[in-house]
């Protein structure tokens, strides 16, 4: 099992950056990618990011591209989610998941942060 913890959710104004962090435990050595999903309001879960946890290959979706920037640290365990020139429609509930099974799916998920960017 592997157990993930996010943290750095907050509100910012319209043009500002955060950066999320996602702690993970347990686990952690059959991790093979780490990645970043949010849902906002009303709307389906929507996938933004990827790092595979030992190559640190990255892979971001057009939501994304651009103003996030997707990175992990080894040594602690932990993902990051930077994001900058935020616009309202970035305000949701930002998740951190997990996949070891390689399969295309997430397998752990956090249980999320909330970002609201104010215009």
């Known amino acids: 099992q592997v157990q993930l913890v996010e943290s750095g959710g907050g509100s910012v104004q319209s043009g500002g950056s955060l950066r999320l962090s996602c702690a993970a435990s347990?686990?952690?050595?059959?991790?093979?990618?780490m990645g970043w999903l949010r849902q906002a309001p009303g709307k389906e879960r929507e996938y933004l990011a990827s790092i595979t946890w030992n190559a640190g290959s990255t892979f971001y979706t057009d939501s994304a591209k651009g103003r996030f920037t997707i990175s992990r640290d080894n040594a602690k365990n932990t993902v990051y989610l930077e994001m900058t020139s935020l616009k309202s429609e970035d305000t949701a509930i930002y998740y951190c998941?997990?996949?070891?099974?390689?399969?295309?799916?997430?397998?752990?998920w956090g249980k999320g942060t909330l970002v609201t960017v104010n215009s």
């Open positions: 998941a997990a996949d070891d099974s390689r399969n295309g799916s997430w397998d752990y």
């Open positions: 347990g686990r952690t050595s059959s991790v093979y990618r």
